[in-house]
Nanobody, 122 residues
Framework: VQLQASGGGLVQAGGSLRLSCTAS????????MGWYRQAPGKQRELVAT???????NYLDSIKGRFTISGIQGRNTVWLQMNNLEPEDTAVYYC?????????????????WGQGTQLTVSS
């Protein structure tokens, strides 16, 4: 399953931006999809995820500022980011996990997008 992410860029503190990520490639069902980020010198961390049932999970520091939505129907998730802070600066990676039919068999998949840079200036 391939993931195509878009929407990163440069924004001033307090501004807003929306990331999107679309999955494609074969017969698959996504169970969980979302965003992780990695700042320079830091480990990759979960930002926000959503399950096929609509359950969401957020990093504490972005609660109330970021909203994740999507998956079913369009195999796409969006991350609306408001009131951005310089500490949000990082490369944001899209992730999707689920099941795929390949070679007549049902297999798990865990796919990552290419990463999109978000820079928030103070």
């Amino acid at each position: 399953v391939q993931l195509q992410a878009s929407g990163g860029g440069l924004v001033q503190a307090g501004g807003s931006l929306r990331l999107s990520c679309t999955a494609s490639g074969g017969a698959f069902k996504i169970n969980n999809m979302g965003w992780y980020r990695q700042a320079p010198g830091k480990q990759r961390e979960l930002v926000a995820t959503v399950t096929s049932g609509g359950n969401t999970n957020y990093l504490d520091s972005i609660k109330g500022r970021f909203t994740i939505s999507g998956i079913q129907g369009r195999n796409t998730v969006w991350l609306q980011m408001n009131n951005l802070e310089p500490e949000d600066t990082a490369v944001y990676y899209c992730n999707a996990r689920g099941m795929i039919i390949a070679g007549g068999a049902l297999n798990d998949f865990d796919s990552w997008g290419q990463g999109t840079q978000l820079t928030v200036s103070s």
